[in-house]
């Protein structure tokens, strides 16, 4: 999933839930990264704020090159 | 030359069959059959209405086979033409549904029946062992069925359930692979899902549940130790009474069943889409809510295991414990550990309904 968190700011997640793999989901009423099978919550740095998912979401490198957004694994 | 016996008794039909079943040795055997009437008898009808509904699955899968198309580009649709073109097809899809939830239903009512009446004491070990193993291949129906329709709904929890077997130690991986077909939970996970659903479980099924009434027949019903104690519990003919009363038992459950299947038709949600999210409210069948419920309330990590190792761990000692229940249930003297079998039973009992019921409302 790609977030847009400023004007220059863009960060992308894997949107797969790291407790028991479901698809999580944006939510902009309260700004966190929420997975809708077991209530688990992320902050938009992929971080685990709540509920049971035991890691970070997994993060990639996002690049903007003019109207192109680039996304790459880390490393 | 040695030369067959002339038949002597009854017809010429009820004589060639005679000579060649030995039919006269099943019905000595069932006129001697007899079965316990008490206060608590009413709970021996459940097991044979667990039967009934297994039966009725046999008939309404194999009518559904009929349409059904096991891939992810068709099977949705082939669901979908079932209830809304085939004639009737749509009250087939929902019997057979409403029966899966209700044959869950009996088997629990009939194995905490079975707990609470010690039906499981020497030498009836085995008979609770393959009864436990039944439940567990009635679960493995209902959720490899649930992925059946291709739908939202049963994509995340096939990928909820799929995820947890990875997290077995050991083999974890390696069957979570085996059950998706791959890394993710995709056509290929559907097509399996499809040939464990109505090969290969109902064929184990249908041996287990032989061995469990063949050992039923072979230890007659049991009597509830209390009475037993009294001594001279009344007893009732196996045929015709009993057979009489657990067909009047069936008769209730085809009324309970066709009322629900045709009053409530069984939903058929929304097509899976693997790249939408999980929608809020998302939930699997009841009899998953307990299990999911705890999963859900367990932290990130517990001491060294991350929270679905530890959900797994505990789920799978929780269950092993109660498998085992009759080589624990009595002293080595003998002595049945009475208080704890029903505490653990009653104990059992209330983690499944309250935590059943809080997975339903949160």
Redesign the interface.
């Given at each position: 999933m790609l977030i847009r968190v400023s004007e220059s700011e863009w960060r992308a997640f894997g949107?797969t839930c790291t407790?028991?793999?479901?698809?999580?989901?944006y939510r902009s009423e309260s700004q966190q990264i929420w997975?809708?099978?077991?209530?688990g919550f992320y902050d938009l740095n992929g971080r685990?704020v709540a509920?049971?998912?035991?890691?970070p979401l997994e993060e990639y490198v996002v690049r903007v090159r003019g109207e192109e957004v680039v996304i790459a694994r880390r490393n | 030359m040695e030369q067959a016996e002339p038949v002597k008794k009854g017809g010429r039909w009820q004589g060639w069959l005679e000579e060649r079943l030995g039919w006269d040795r099943l019905s000595e055997f069932l006129a001697h059959k007899k079965v316990p009437v008490h206060s608590g008898t009413l709970w021996y009808y459940f097991g044979g209405i667990t039967l009934f509904l297994f039966g009725i699955q046999v008939a309404t899968g194999i009518l559904l086979l009929l349409y059904y198309r096991p891939t992810a580009a068709e099977a949705y649709e082939s669901v979908q033409f079932i209830v809304t073109r085939v004639e009737f097809g749509w009250l087939i899809r929902s019997i057979h549904s409403w029966s899966a939830n209700l044959m869950v239903l009996t088997a629990l009512i009939h194995m905490f029946s079975v707990a609470f009446l010690r039906g499981w004491r020497r030498p009836r070990e085995l008979t609770w062992l393959s009864g436990v193993l039944l439940l567990g291949l009635t679960l493995a129906l209902g959720f490899t069925g649930y992925l059946l329709p291709w739908n939202t709904t049963a994509y995340f929890a096939t990928k909820v359930g799929t995820d947890l077997a990875g997290s077995v130690p050991l083999v974890g991986p390696a069957l979570a692979r085996f059950l998706r077909g791959g890394d993710e939970v995709t056509g290929a996970t559907l097509t399996r899902f499809f040939g464990f659903h109505v090969a290969l479980l109902p064929a184990l099924m249908t041996a287990l549940l032989g061995l469990h009434l063949a050992l039923v027949q072979r230890f007659g019903i049991s009597t509830p130790p209390l009475l037993e104690s009294r001594g001279d519990v009344p007893q009732m003919p196996f045929v015709p009474n009993f057979v009489l009363r657990e067909l009047m038992a069936w008769y209730l459950a085809l009324g309970a069943l066709g009322m629900l299947a045709a009053l409530f038709p069984w939903p058929l949600g929304d097509k899976a889409d693997p790249f939408a999210p999980a929608p809020a409210g998302i939930r699997p069948e009841w009899y998953f809510l307990a299990a999911f419920y705890t999963l859900k309330l367990l932290p990130s990590r517990l001491w060294v295991l991350e929270s679905e190792q530890a959900g797994l761990i505990g789920l799978g000692l929780l269950a092993l414990w109660w498998a085992t229940l009759p080589f624990w249930g009595v002293r080595p003297d003998g002595r049945e550990r009475t208080r704890l079998v029903t505490g653990t039973g009653v104990l059992l009992i209330a983690w499944l309904s309250t935590f059943s019921v809080l997975g339903y409302i949160e």
């Amino acid at each position: 999933m790609l977030i847009r968190v400023s004007e220059s700011e863009w960060r992308a997640f894997g949107a797969t839930c790291t407790h028991l793999d479901c698809t999580v989901q944006y939510r902009s009423e309260s700004q966190q990264i929420w997975c809708a099978c077991h209530n688990g919550f992320y902050d938009l740095n992929g971080r685990v704020v709540a509920g049971p998912p035991p890691r970070p979401l997994e993060e990639y490198v996002v690049r903007v090159r003019g109207e192109e957004v680039v996304i790459a694994r880390r490393n | 030359m040695e030369q067959a016996e002339p038949v002597k008794k009854g017809g010429r039909w009820q004589g060639w069959l005679e000579e060649r079943l030995g039919w006269d040795r099943l019905s000595e055997f069932l006129a001697h059959k007899k079965v316990p009437v008490h206060s608590g008898t009413l709970w021996y009808y459940f097991g044979g209405i667990t039967l009934f509904l297994f039966g009725i699955q046999v008939a309404t899968g194999i009518l559904l086979l009929l349409y059904y198309r096991p891939t992810a580009a068709e099977a949705y649709e082939s669901v979908q033409f079932i209830v809304t073109r085939v004639e009737f097809g749509w009250l087939i899809r929902s019997i057979h549904s409403w029966s899966a939830n209700l044959m869950v239903l009996t088997a629990l009512i009939h194995m905490f029946s079975v707990a609470f009446l010690r039906g499981w004491r020497r030498p009836r070990e085995l008979t609770w062992l393959s009864g436990v193993l039944l439940l567990g291949l009635t679960l493995a129906l209902g959720f490899t069925g649930y992925l059946l329709p291709w739908n939202t709904t049963a994509y995340f929890a096939t990928k909820v359930g799929t995820d947890l077997a990875g997290s077995v130690p050991l083999v974890g991986p390696a069957l979570a692979r085996f059950l998706r077909g791959g890394d993710e939970v995709t056509g290929a996970t559907l097509t399996r899902f499809f040939g464990f659903h109505v090969a290969l479980l109902p064929a184990l099924m249908t041996a287990l549940l032989g061995l469990h009434l063949a050992l039923v027949q072979r230890f007659g019903i049991s009597t509830p130790p209390l009475l037993e104690s009294r001594g001279d519990v009344p007893q009732m003919p196996f045929v015709p009474n009993f057979v009489l009363r657990e067909l009047m038992a069936w008769y209730l459950a085809l009324g309970a069943l066709g009322m629900l299947a045709a009053l409530f038709p069984w939903p058929l949600g929304d097509k899976a889409d693997p790249f939408a999210p999980a929608p809020a409210g998302i939930r699997p069948e009841w009899y998953f809510l307990a299990a999911f419920y705890t999963l859900k309330l367990l932290p990130s990590r517990l001491w060294v295991l991350e929270s679905e190792q530890a959900g797994l761990i505990g789920l799978g000692l929780l269950a092993l414990w109660w498998a085992t229940l009759p080589f624990w249930g009595v002293r080595p003297d003998g002595r049945e550990r009475t208080r704890l079998v029903t505490g653990t039973g009653v104990l059992l009992i209330a983690w499944l309904s309250t935590f059943s019921v809080l997975g339903y409302i949160e």
